[in-house]
């Protein structure tokens, strides 16, 4: 709480930023929290990042009446034009007032994300000019099993190692969406001290990326039955099921074969994966890479590497291509959910371990 309350007293322009949503509304509901409990927000007005950033000044610059300082929010900070942004009068921004703009991407998407970074790396040079203070709320992905295990030991309960692994990777490694979970999970565990891998597999609702994840592993595996059932969960998305499927089903499952190929060459290069050599680096696409991927995932994708061919992954990209082009139409097909669980039956027989004919005498 040091570092909130500095900064209620001590600038009138704060911007809260992340690519975790779920963080981000963590940090925005705590900063809410501090300052009721400083009687700061008997006088407050929130935004929706719309129109003139000189509309949010000026409502910052209205004298308060019941309360010592004025509190402005400004929700979705990044839709507007960098011009405004950079030509409003923040030297105006009083002492009695508390502008707090919050800037965040509510997408995984890889090209949102990145459009984010750059869009917020432009805002915060924009704040910092202006003389106000930025809170970033992301977090290194590498601290995210421990700051879980600790948030747990501070509820009272024990978070298993590979229980946290697993909480990472069925969120999508999204630390909001952990904690959310996690705090479900204290409460399903009771008076039991502690939280185990099983617990985490009942109660956690598994992102889309992780459903994908398992849909390519039952589809290597040469499983049907399991890709099947993980689609089954894709496709019950609300919205067009064609716009899910080139939105986010076929891009993820093309991410994933590419991993899977990037992994391959990289057991036969025999690659160092904690220190990957540039020759092996060279190799791989601008994105994704595998060198990106780390723990359980890795291993995972390394496992299913050693046992699939090439010509495996050559059909698995053939078949994707095949079925996008149905969906557009180039290719005749009968409908969306028929083309879906066609191309995800007939990759799963590609994988497929043929045994041959025992022959009868």
């Given at each position: 709480?040091?570092?909130?309350?500095?900064?209620?007293?001590?600038?009138?322009?704060?911007?809260?930023?992340?690519?975790?949503?779920?963080?981000?509304?963590?940090?925005?509901?705590?900063?809410?929290?501090?300052?009721?409990?400083?009687?700061?927000?008997?006088?407050?007005?929130?935004?929706?990042?719309?129109?003139?950033?000189?509309?949010?000044?000026?409502?910052?610059?209205?004298?308060?009446?019941?309360?010592?300082?004025?509190?402005?929010?400004?929700?979705?900070?990044?839709?507007?034009?960098?011009?405004?942004?950079?030509?409003?009068?923040?030297?105006?921004?009083?002492?009695?007032?508390?502008?707090?703009?919050?800037?965040?991407?509510?997408?995984?998407?890889?090209?949102?994300?990145?459009?984010?970074?750059?869009?917020?790396?432009?805002?915060?040079?924009?704040?910092?000019?202006?003389?106000?203070?930025?809170?970033?709320?992301?977090?290194?992905?590498?601290?995210?099993?421990?700051?879980?295990?600790?948030?747990?030991?501070?509820?009272?309960?024990?978070?298993?190692?590979?229980?946290?692994?697993?909480?990472?990777?069925?969120?999508?490694?999204?630390?909001?969406?952990?904690?959310?979970?996690?705090?479900?999970?204290?409460?399903?565990?009771?008076?039991?001290?502690?939280?185990?891998?099983?617990?985490?597999?009942?109660?956690?609702?598994?992102?889309?990326?992780?459903?994908?994840?398992?849909?390519?592993?039952?589809?290597?595996?040469?499983?049907?039955?399991?890709?099947?059932?993980?689609?089954?969960?894709?496709?019950?998305?609300?919205?067009?099921l064609a716009d899910n499927a080139f939105r986010a089903l076929f891009p993820m499952i093309s991410r994933q074969i590419s991993l899977l190929w990037q992994a391959k060459i990289g057991l036969e290069f025999k690659v160092n994966w904690g220190q990957p050599s540039p020759e092996f680096l060279a190799k791989l696409p601008d994105?994704?890479?595998?060198?990106?991927?780390?723990?359980?995932?890795?291993?995972?994708?390394?496992?299913?590497?050693?046992?699939?061919?090439?010509?495996?992954?050559?059909?698995?990209?053939?078949?994707?291509?095949?079925?996008?082009?149905?969906?557009?139409?180039?290719?005749?097909?009968?409908?969306?959910?028929?083309?879906?669980?066609?191309?995800?039956?007939?990759?799963?027989?590609?994988?497929?371990?043929?045994?041959?004919?025992?022959?009868?005498?």
């Amino acid at each position: 709480m040091a570092t909130l309350s500095t900064l209620v007293s001590g600038t009138s322009l704060v911007l809260i930023t992340g690519a975790d949503v779920g963080l981000l509304k963590r940090k925005r509901s705590e900063l809410v929290q501090h300052l009721e409990s400083a009687g700061l927000m008997e006088e407050s007005e929130s935004f929706s990042g719309q129109g003139d950033p000189n509309l949010w000044i000026s409502a910052a610059c209205t004298l308060p009446f019941f309360a010592e300082r004025r509190v402005v929010f400004v929700d979705h900070a990044l839709s507007i034009d960098k011009k405004k942004l950079e030509a409003a009068q923040w030297k105006n921004l009083p002492n009695s007032g508390l502008l707090v703009l919050i800037a965040g991407v509510d997408s995984s998407e890889y090209d949102k994300v990145q459009a984010f970074k750059s869009q917020s790396q432009a805002l915060i040079k924009i704040i910092e000019r202006a003389g106000g203070k930025v809170i970033s709320t992301d977090i290194e992905p590498s601290r995210l099993g421990k700051e879980l295990q600790d948030f747990a030991f501070s509820k009272g309960k024990k978070l298993t190692s590979r229980a946290s692994e697993l909480l990472v990777e069925m969120t999508g490694s999204s630390y909001g969406e952990s904690l959310d979970e996690l705090e479900k999970l204290v409460t399903y565990v009771g008076s039991a001290n502690e939280i185990r891998e099983a617990d985490v597999e009942a109660i956690v609702i598994p992102c889309r990326e992780w459903n994908v994840f398992h849909l390519v592993d039952g589809i290597t595996q040469g499983n049907p039955a399991k890709a099947m059932k993980q689609l089954k969960s894709l496709i019950a998305t609300p919205g067009s099921l064609a716009d899910n499927a080139f939105r986010a089903l076929f891009p993820m499952i093309s991410r994933q074969i590419s991993l899977l190929w990037q992994a391959k060459i990289g057991l036969e290069f025999k690659v160092n994966w904690g220190q990957p050599s540039p020759e092996f680096l060279a190799k791989l696409p601008d994105r994704p890479k595998i060198t990106e991927v780390k723990g359980y995932r890795l291993n995972t994708f390394l496992d299913s590497a050693r046992r699939i061919q090439y010509s495996q992954l050559t059909k698995s990209f053939e078949l994707l291509a095949n079925a996008d082009s149905e969906l557009k139409g180039a290719l005749p097909s009968y409908s969306v959910t028929e083309s879906l669980e066609r191309l995800v039956i007939e990759m799963a027989e590609a994988f497929m371990v043929r045994k041959s004919p025992q022959k009868t005498f």
